[in-house]
């Protein structure tokens, strides 16, 4: 059998499938920023319900339904439509008992057999509101307003809201009396189906989308001119409010809703660029729906999108937003309903989700009905407020309130929606599960719960930590990665449970169950976020036992970092070792989020990849499959981001995992993430703004900083004549000075000797130095020669001049100027170098973190470095090798000296300096094969060479490059300076000792000789 999907229906597959995903996030996202609350409804329901709501005569019923009899013999109905089965769940489940009015969405599939056609399908899908309890024009502005701004939203274009009335039961008869007539004169040149139906349902025949019959009821009469004085009111109203929303619509008398349910206001939303299948919602007003099926006149508005219309239209470009709980405007004064749903319309334009009264209560009821509904903010808006650009923001939870301008408003709701957002997760108690009902060990988080948990029954599981019995009491801390909750075992609720309590030991695996209690205020812990509370236990299972751990489970610990690595496992136990983890999940959520707002895709690159030099030793992985060949893990993404930029991918990040062979220290490991980022058509000023937002992003939403934008700008040359490095602190001053100049006027052989091989002679002033001591300055002349120096001149500053063995080189007047060009004063000791230029900033910049203040602030001084140099020359090897990589760009203004004068090219480098911590750096790349063959060249790469290494890469270069450039920062650097640590170590789940060893899994470890014969590898026994 040749199975294929029904005629009239089809499948979805996983691409397509994706963008409905997107658009129905964006919907119920949508949705909850105006207050509407999900429901869902059986898929069929019985017939007599549409029978009864939709007609018996109208074609829905009487041709297009899916109806079929149970076993019982019941008819049943497929849903055509979904109005009348929120209608039922309205009336079934006593809704009309809640606070009104209820706002109400569904989305999911709809049935009709229809006529299949392009756009038309038999299993259809929408999306629906239902506003019910509200008889105010306000309810209908709030649906039509919702259409027309998530339309706007989803970029969809030529929106074109139709908008008529269709009177109610008071004047429908006599407008009916008028049109009668009209449609008799006209009866013969009807189509088949308006000749049969206008007297039945004289108002459908104006609906009519047949040709002919458009051009014979253009000159119909107009129901808008005999509604009765009530709906005349409302559809003034309506309109009123549009205007007051600046939300544009058109009139048109011939859109009707002319089933007998439907009054009043009736409209349509279209776009214009999808011609037939233009309409993409329709809805109005049903007042007497709940009336036909059996309960009381209940007033209703609603609307139905099409879901496959509304894709058709959508702009898939645009990134979504998140939500936070909506503000509640009321209104203090009469007629202010178009004011209130104007400021409703500005905050939610803004992403702060607001809802209005729809229902004309007075102010004392809507504060009522606010405080039920536990609104967090109320806005209140009257007459003298308006007349004064103020409104007046109440505190519902601590009673305070304010006038404070509209401007103002935005602002501090648009902080709190977004801080709410960023929370949600962090704050909730309650497990977030995929099966809710399902049974669990664990419905609650330890730490997370407070007094208004108190009464609930809950199920807590953990480790079990501080234990202390009173008698018939047993008191027991539990902990889960949230924090701290106290168990009760009380002897009284059962012996057989308070016995297993006593043979509880610390790290047992437990679950319990039980009351949350709230302690008595003697008992309060303040020192414990759940000390208000406890849980009474009275059900637990002992999930499994423990040994004694080999250190406490606390912070503040105080063992050997060696014994933590061993035990990682429990290491990563300590509440501020999970806080740690914690922090790096939400900074790299961060990065993720801030990453995709401007358009990067995530790409994954090879761990499997070939050696080639770059700036340390790589890891080895011997092929099986290939004999005497090897992978290489990267040291980088490097090659490959550059690759995808020639693959058209244009903006990529990645969070790489890298390797690197070489000698550890506190801030390295061999294994270690970046936040790897490659772009084309992008620029460095773009590069520069994309890194300071993203830092500015993750101080703030992880600290609360503010950080000043943009960062400093600093040349590399000026930062080392400055600051001895390359990654200069700005937290203090203690700047390198410069006294060549004034040393050559000296008689001193060794600032002499210096200067006249080309090199330099500075200094550094250590204020209030004069307190060290001999040893200290040996200390420090050592330390100097440790880092390459040949030796360290010092001396001090004293009231009546210079007292250092080097001051019988220099006459009165010229130690004079020196401690005037050093701004030194008595007390203090300058500290001098005298080598090559490179050498005699490095060992200054080093003595000067060395002798640093103590009293350095924390706070975040960033800065970028720039204007590298492109090589430096290897004396060992005598040859150029690259500064930063060899697919580093030089300036454009130094490629007419490439060859002539290397040394003084400046690359386009760029690094990323916190508080004298590199973060990271990068470079726009070279994409031009022509100059990447130039600087292989300079590098002393012989064309076999450069094939053999690189020979993928400069091929790629010469199928269309794009200019390109990126950079990559270390995640585990970033997030050590952002939890304070001075170790990367601490932020890792399983780290490497100093000598790159796993003490936990004793890696690296030998392996047995099957695998080496395997892999074709011999051993090579060490020498004695």
């Not at 229906?9 to 963008?19: Q, S, Y």
């Not at 339309?151 to 009668?180: H, T």
């Not at 309506?238 to 009139?251: A, D, E, R, T």
Request: one cysteine or more; hydrophobic letters at 35%.
């Amino acid at each position: 059998m040749d199975y294929k999907a029904p005629r009239g229906t089809r499948d979805i597959l996983p691409d397509e499938a994706l963008k409905w995903q997107y658009l129905e996030t964006k919907y119920r996202n949508y949705c909850e920023l105006y207050g509407f609350g999900e429901i869902r409804t059986p898929i069929f329901e019985q017939t007599e319900l549409f029978a009864r709501s939709v007609g018996e005569e109208s074609d829905i019923v009487s041709k297009e339904m899916y109806s079929f009899k149970d076993r019982s013999g019941r008819e049943l109905t497929l849903r055509p439509e979904l109005t009348a089965a929120v209608a039922r769940a309205y009336l079934e489940n006593n809704m009309g008992e809640k606070s009104q009015p209820v706002k109400l969405y569904y989305s999911g599939p709809m049935f009709r057999y229809d006529r299949p056609q392009a756009g038309r399908y038999r299993q259809f899908h929408q999306f629906g509101l239902e506003i019910i309890g509200a008889e105010n024009a306000a309810a209908d502005t709030e649906i039509i307003s919702f259409c027309y701004h998530f339309f706007k939203y989803l970029q969809i274009e030529n929106l074109a809201i139709e908008l008529n009335s269709v009177g109610c039961p008071v004047c429908r008869p006599g407008y009916r009396d008028v049109l009668m007539p009209y449609l008799e004169n006209i009866q013969d040149g009807l189509c088949g189906d308006c000749h049969r139906r206008y007297k039945t349902n004289p108002m459908r025949v104006l609906d009519c989308k047949e040709e002919s019959c458009k051009s014979l009821i253009a000159g119909a009469p107009r129901m808008t001119e005999h509604l009765c004085s009530d709906c005349e009111k409302h559809f003034n109203d309506l309109q009123s409010y549009l205007h007051k929303l600046q939300i544009p619509y058109n009139l048109n008398s011939s859109l009707v809703r002319g089933l007998d349910y439907y009054t009043r206001t009736a409209f349509e939303i279209t776009a214009g660029s999808l011609g037939s299948q233009s309409s993409i919602c329709g809805g109005g007003r049903y007042d007497h729906l709940v009336e036909h099926i059996g309960g009381p006149y209940t007033p209703a508005v609603g609307v139905a999108f099409g879901k496959e219309r509304v894709m058709l239209a959508m702009d898939w470009s645009k990134a979504s937003f998140e939500t936070a709980p909506p503000v509640f405007i009321a209104t203090a004064g009469v007629n202010l309903e178009g004011e209130a749903l104007l400021l409703a319309d500005q905050l939610r334009s803004r992403e702060v989700a607001a809802e209005t009264d729809l229902i004309g209560r007075s102010l004392k009821a809507q504060m009522k009905y606010a405080g039920r509904q536990k609104y967090e903010k109320v806005v209140i808006i009257g007459e003298d407020e308006i007349e004064k650009g103020l409104v007046t923001m109440r505190d519902m939870d601590g009673g305070n309130q304010e006038e404070i301008t509209r401007e103002a408003l935005f602002s501090a709701l648009q902080q709190e929606s977004s801080e709410a957002g960023e929370t949600e997760k962090v704050i909730k108690a309650e497990l977030t599960l995929p099966d809710p009902d399902a049974d669990v060990d664990k419905t609650h988080y330890c730490g997370l719960l407070d007094r208004s948990h108190a009464g609930k029954r809950i199920k807590l599981a953990g480790w079990v930590g501080r234990r202390r019995d009173h008698g018939g009491l047993i008191f027991i801390d539990l902990r889960d990665r949230s924090g701290i909750m106290q168990l009760v075992f009380d002897q009284r609720l059962g012996l057989e449970l308070f016995n297993q309590s006593e043979s509880l030991r610390s790290e047992y695996v437990i679950a319990v169950e039980g009351e949350v209690v709230k302690r008595t205020d003697e008992n309060i812990n303040p020192s414990l976020p759940t000390g208000e509370i406890e849980l009474y236990v009275d059900g637990m299972k002992i999930l499994n036992k423990s040994k004694t751990p080999p250190f406490y489970i606390e912070d503040d610990l105080n063992v050997d970092e060696n014994l933590r690595l061993r035990y990682r496992y429990l290491d990563l136990r300590r509440p501020e070792m999970l806080k740690r983890l914690q922090l790096r999940h939400r900074a790299v959520k961060v990065v993720r989020d801030y990453m995709d707002k401007y358009d990067f895709l995530e790409v994954e690159t090879p761990l499997l990849t070939r050696s080639t030099p770059e700036g340390a030793r790589d890891f080895l992985v011997p092929s099986r499959m290939h004999n005497s060949s090897f992978y290489a893990l990267p040291q980088s993404p490097q090659l490959f981001k550059q690759l995808l930029m020639v693959s058209g991918i244009e903006r990529y990040f990645q969070i790489a995992r890298c390797f690197r062979d070489e000698d550890l220290r506190a801030d390295r490991q061999p294994e270690f993430t970046q936040i790897d980022i490659e772009t084309s058509f992008f620029g460095s000023e773009n590069l520069y703004a994309l890194l300071e937002g993203l830092m500015a992003k993750l101080w703030h939403d992880l600290h609360g900083v503010k950080l000043e934008l943009p960062f400093m700008r600093m040349p590399y040359k000026e930062a080392m004549n400055r600051f001895g490095s390359d990654k200069p602190d700005l937290r203090f001053g203690m700047e390198l000075i410069d006294i060549g100049d004034l040393a050559s006027k000296s008689n001193f052989k060794v600032f002499k000797t210096a200067l006249e091989t080309g090199g330099s002679v500075k200094g550094l002033r250590v204020a209030g130095g004069s307190t060290m001591s001999r040893k200290d300055l040996d200390d420090l002349t050592l330390f100097a020669r440790q880092l390459g120096a040949k030796g360290l001149a010092w001396t001090f500053i004293e009231a009546e001049g210079w007292r250092s063995p080097i001051s019988k080189f220099f006459d009165q007047d010229l130690m004079l100027e020196i401690t005037s060009r050093m701004e030194a004063e008595a007390g203090d000791v300058l500290l001098f170098v005298a080598d090559s230029w490179e050498t005699t900033c490095q060992v200054l910049g080093h003595l000067r973190i060395r002798l640093a203040p103590e009293d350095i602030t924390d706070e975040p001084h960033f800065l970028w470095v720039i204007d590298f140099p492109l090589f430096h020359y290897d004396a060992e090897e005598k040859r150029y090798d690259s500064d930063h990589h060899p697919f580093t760009a030089p300036r454009i203004e130094d490629l007419p000296i490439l060859e002539n004068d290397p040394l003084a090219v400046r690359a386009q480098a760029y690094d990323l300096v916190l508080n004298g911590v590199e973060l990271g750096g990068g470079s726009i790349r070279i994409h031009d094969s022509d100059t990447q063959a130039r600087i292989f060249k300079l590098l002393g790469l012989t064309e076999e060479e450069t094939k053999e290494k690189f020979g993928f890469l400069l091929e790629a270069l010469s199928y269309g490059a794009p200019p390109h450039g990126g950079l990559a920062l270390g995640l585990d650097r970033l997030i050590a300076l952002l939890s304070g640590d001075e170790s990367i170590r601490q932020v890792m789940s399983f780290p490497k000792t100093a000598a790159a060893s796993c003490l936990m899994t004793g890696a690296p470890a030998f392996v047995d000789e099957k695998q080496l014969n395997e892999l074709k590898i011999q051993i090579k026994p060490l020498e004695e």
